[in-house]
């Protein structure tokens, strides 16, 4: 959570939302990838941490499926970023704060667990929650 909290910051810089993005290989220790939210920097409105974590990690693999691997992330997942991740395939996911307004993973809406679907991996909640929190909270109180 660490590397996911450095990448949230490193979107600051470009004037983006601190959210920070790390996948982890199977191994749970080699990263694969990071990313952080770039939709200001980018124009692109899918440029979230965890899709372009996602992608990277693809590309890093040559392969869409990333079964065993951990999306670590700041924040709770979209329902965009929450339908990235059951997609692909991940294993796990790991994210610090909740997001009351728009989370998918637990929240306000469930995606990630709901047995309709053919993939739920497991998610993990809470981990560094106040030191991520913070981080956002700082960034639009400065807005």
Same mark, same amino acid.
């Given at each position: 959570?660490?590397?996911?909290?450095?990448?949230?910051?490193?979107?600051?810089?470009?004037?983006?939302?601190?959210? @920070? %993005?790390?996948?982890?290989?199977?191994?749970?220790?080699? &990263?694969?990838? $990071?990313?952080?939210?770039?939709?200001? =920097?980018? /124009?692109?409105?899918?440029?979230?941490?965890?899709?372009l974590a996602l992608r990277r990690a693809a590309a890093a693999l040559g392969a869409w499926?990333?079964?065993?691997?951990?999306?670590?992330?700041?924040?709770?997942?979209?329902?965009?970023?929450? @339908? %990235?991740?059951?997609?692909?395939?991940?294993?796990?996911? &790991?994210?610090? $704060?909740?997001?009351?307004?728009?989370? =998918?993973? /637990?929240?306000?809406?469930d995606l990630l667990r709901d047995r309709r679907l053919n993939h739920r991996p497991e998610?993990?909640?809470?981990?560094?929650?106040?030191?991520?929190?913070?981080?956002?909270?700082?960034?639009f109180r400065d807005r």
């Open positions: 959570m660490r590397l996911a909290l450095d990448e949230a910051t490193a979107a600051v810089q470009g004037g983006d939302v601190p959210v @920070g %993005a790390v996948v982890l290989a199977p191994d749970g220790t080699t &990263v694969l990838a $990071a990313g952080h939210n770039e939709r200001e =920097a980018g /124009g692109d409105p899918t440029a979230h941490a965890e899709v499926r990333l079964a065993g691997c951990t999306l670590v992330v700041t924040l709770e997942p979209c329902t965009m970023c929450a @339908g %990235a991740i059951q997609q692909s395939r991940v294993d796990r996911l &790991v994210y610090g $704060a909740r997001d009351e307004k728009a989370g =998918a993973a /637990g929240s306000l809406w998610v993990i909640e809470g981990v560094l929650a106040e030191e991520c929190a913070r981080l956002l909270t700082a960034f």
